[in-house]
């Protein structure tokens, strides 16, 4: 079996960016053990606080930020933390090689029904500072809290898996993951439907009318409302994720954010031959102006994705 730290050493040479990636495992293992006592220690209610977003923030929103800020700051080579937590970036080590964005738990208002939430992080070069484009990621990895706690992580290379065992160790379960080209199952919020463009409502369509339509095959939908959550299913068997700009969302550029949602899902859907876009451009070519901007996403297997490009383009 293949430890974590073996894999680091096997991915990379420089022992800086590996050890910003074991501070984000060790927050990743230390933010699951708060998850799995939260339900008794009664955290998965609200904090009374709101987030820069303007998002009511859950007491463990704001335990997860904690747990990852006391790790990074405790590593010497992490010099800024960008989180959906914090209005502002936080300085740490001066002079350190690499920025950290995350968001410490997404998908925490499913928090108090037992669903998957995860840790997202997205490991940038601290030369260019935190607003560069997806493509200068270094790293980038999440943590899924379900019924085990896996973890996905990329460096430059394959997109690869890992389980937490009951010693606290993380041991590899996917050595280089694979999105299938194709797929039928998609995942977008359907209750949106009267805000959608016309490209999302001709791909949906299509895509519903199944054998009896211009797609030929039949589709199957799943939408988690957990980002991390809907990725690793399509990561393990293939699919799309599609949160699109739509028209209560465009006055904001879209629901979820740049830095620490979109980017590192894409550099990891990329990193196993999957495709990242915003319907229009790749989303790692798209340069941030802000460290909360958000931005449409549509990733996942690529066929499916260059179908819901077909759609932008001729819309
Ligand atoms: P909706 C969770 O709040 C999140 O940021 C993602 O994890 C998830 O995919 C999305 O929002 C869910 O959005 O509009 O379906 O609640």
Not at 34 to 61: F, H, S
Not at 81 to 106: C, Y
């Amino acid at each position: 079996m293949t430890t974590l730290a073996q894999w680091l050493a096997l991915e990379t040479p420089d022992t800086a960016l590996a050890s910003v990636i074991a501070s984000m495992a060790s927050a990743g293992a230390d933010i699951a053990a708060t998850l799995r006592m939260a339900p008794i220690t009664g955290d998965t209610g609200l904090a009374g606080a709101t987030n820069v977003q303007g998002e009511a923030q859950k007491a463990l929103d704001i335990i997860s930020n904690d747990i990852v800020l006391a790790h990074l700051r405790d590593n010497p080579k992490v010099s800024l933390l960008v989180s959906e937590e914090m209005d502002d970036a936080v300085e740490l080590s001066v002079d350190a090689p690499f920025i950290v964005a995350t968001d410490p738990l997404d998908g925490s208002s499913n928090l108090d029904v037992n669903v998957t939430v995860g840790t997202i992080f997205s490991v940038l070069p601290t030369l260019g500072g935190p607003l560069q484009k997806g493509t200068a990621q270094v790293a980038a990895g999440y943590i899924a809290y379900g019924h085990a706690t896996t973890m996905v992580l990329r460096i430059k290379g394959r997109t690869s898996g890992f389980a937490l065992d009951t010693s606290g160790e993380w041991i590899e379960i996917i050595a280089e993951a694979k999105i299938p080209e194709a797929t039928g199952e998609f995942a977008i919020n359907t209750a949106r439907e009267r805000f959608w463009d016309a490209a999302t409502a001709g791909y949906v369509r299509e895509s519903i009318a199944g054998e009896t339509g211009p797609a030929g095959k039949r589709y199957n939908m799943r939408w988690v409302g957990s980002m991390v959550a809907d990725m690793h299913r399509i990561l393990m068997r293939g699919g799309i994720f599609l949160y699109p700009l739509d028209s209560e969302t465009v006055s904001k550029g879209g629901r979820l954010r740049l830095l620490y949602e979109a980017n590192p899902m894409a550099w990891l859907a990329e990193g196993a031959g999957g495709r990242a876009s915003t319907g229009t451009q790749s989303l790692l070519s798209v340069q941030p102006t802000s460290i909360h901007q958000r931005i449409p996403v549509i990733l996942g297997s690529a066929e499916e994705v260059l179908r819901v490009e077909a759609w932008y383009a001729k819309s």
